[in-house]
């Protein structure tokens, strides 16, 4: 079986569109460590992502096999597994999607429970407000003196907010 070829196509991005609808917010995580895991190499064993995600051995390989089956990774043997080219496109979406949000996050001032936030907003955030979410991170960075204004702004409301 190999469908891999229609990533290639004209229609390829559509079907990316349809495919990551697909996901479960698990299938996500499992691709986004997947991709994290994989920049060095090219490739993650089965061990180390389920070791990053605090997972059994069992259910990362069941779980391997599901986006195996929709054409997003390659199991080869030895445990060793790559993402294809639709994978690797929708990883990228993952990790910039988490690395949007943890840096918003950490630009309004949010340090308690940082990630747990991330990882409830990352999943559900919709594409047009990540956008929006973007926009206004590269503001900040781009107006490090209205950031500061914003900064002592938030310090002086701190008691107002929990
Ligand atoms: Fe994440």
Do not use: C, W
Not at 69 to 98: Q, S
Not at 112 to 120: C, G, H, I, S
Request: aromatic share 10%; proline share 2%.
């Amino acid at each position: 079986m190999n469908n891999n070829e229609d990533f290639y196509t004209v229609r390829g991005y559509e079907i990316l569109g349809k495919k990551k609808k697909m996901l479960s917010h698990s299938m996500e995580d499992y691709l986004e460590m997947i991709y994290r895991n994989s920049l060095e190499k090219g490739y993650v064993r089965i061990n180390t992502l389920a070791e990053s995600l605090n997972v059994q051995a069992p259910s990362a390989t069941k779980m391997v096999q599901k986006l195996t089956r929709l054409g997003l990774l390659k199991y080869e043997k030895y445990g060793i597994i790559k993402l294809t080219p639709a994978g690797e496109k929708i990883g990228r979406f993952l990790l910039e999607r988490h690395e949007t949000i943890e840096d918003f996050l950490k630009l309004i001032g949010v340090k308690e429970k940082l990630l747990v936030n991330v990882e409830l907003i990352e999943h559900n955030v919709t594409e047009g407000a990540l956008a929006k979410i973007k926009i206004l991170n590269s503001f900040f960075k781009s107006y490090p003196e209205i950031f500061e204004k914003f900064k002592e702004y938030s310090i002086s409301h701190i008691e107002d907010s929990s």
